[in-house]
């Protein structure tokens, strides 16, 4: 979630520095800057995006069946489902 956070951020800055900051220094134009911020911040956000729509999830299913006589299975079942969701590798 940290690419999605500092790509939001880096678009947000670069809109104000683009859009709202009309000082004007010599060595630097502040537009291009702000443009530059927006483009690297839609970068991340879609990499953030990316890494978080193919999040790996596990799904584990145990079943076990319970005898009441030797040697007969009974008609219940139980299964139980455990759902992991791991980070990205």
């Known amino acids: ?6 790509g939001l951020t880096l678009i947000a800055l ?6 709202a900051v ?8 502040l537009d291009v800057v702000g443009v ?6 839609f970068v ?6 990316l890494a978080f729509k193919t999040r790996r999830r596990s799904t584990v299913v145990t079943q076990r069946r319970i005898w009441e006589e030797p040697g ?4 219940e079942v139980i299964e139980e ?7 990205p590798v």
């Open 44 to 49: 991340a956000l879609g990499v953030g995006l």
């Open 1 to 6: 979630m940290g690419a999605i956070g500092a």
């Open 22 to 29: 009309t000082g004007d220094l010599s060595w630097i134009r």
């Open 81 to 87: 489902r455990r759902i992991y969701d791991e980070p």
């Open 72 to 75: 007969e299975p009974d008609e």
């Open 36 to 41: 530059v911020f927006m483009v690297v911040g």
């Open 14 to 19: 670069g809109a104000i520095l683009n859009y």
